[in-house]
Nanobody
Framework: QVKLVEAGGGSVQAGGSLRLSCVASGNRKSNRCMGWFRQAPGKERENVARIDGIKTTVYHTSVKGRFTISRDDANNTMYLQMNSLKPEDTAMYYC???????????????????WGQGTQVTVSS
């Protein structure tokens, strides 16, 4: 069983920054594809960014140039650095990991198997 625990959410003003972290534990390989998702009230959960085992990254167009995903496999931790935050970034943010592969097949919810409980990010104007 794999456990994912997010931290780092909070409330900031527009233009501010936050750094989310996701610590993974349990019976897992350290180089699996991982990703960050977010879900705003009344909206579907969407993939914000994902990173594969060789640290290739993919971003949602709405966050390109503002968010940076990274991973520290020695410490089983994934990060999401969020800069120039906008009110539309307000959402619950979830980290996720695929079941087995080091490569990322896509950003659909069904591509990911393990999920954290989420951390709330609120951006005020």
């Amino acid at each position: 069983q794999v456990k994912l625990v997010e931290a780092g959410g909070g409330s900031v003003q527009a233009g501010g920054s936050l750094r989310l972290s996701c610590v993974a534990s349990g019976n897992r390989k350290s180089n699996r594809c991982m990703g960050w998702f977010r879900q705003a009230p009344g909206k579907e959960r969407e993939n914000v960014a994902r990173i594969d085992g060789i640290k290739t990254t993919v971003y949602h167009t709405s966050v390109k140039g503002r968010f940076t995903i990274s991973r520290d496999d020695a410490n089983n931790t994934m990060y999401l650095q969020m800069n120039s935050l906008k009110p539309e970034d307000t959402a619950m943010y979830y980290c996720a990991e695929v079941y087995q592969t080091a490569y990322c097949t896509g950003g659909a919810l069904s591509d990911f198997f393990y999920w954290g409980q989420g951390t709330q990010v609120t951006v005020s104007s």
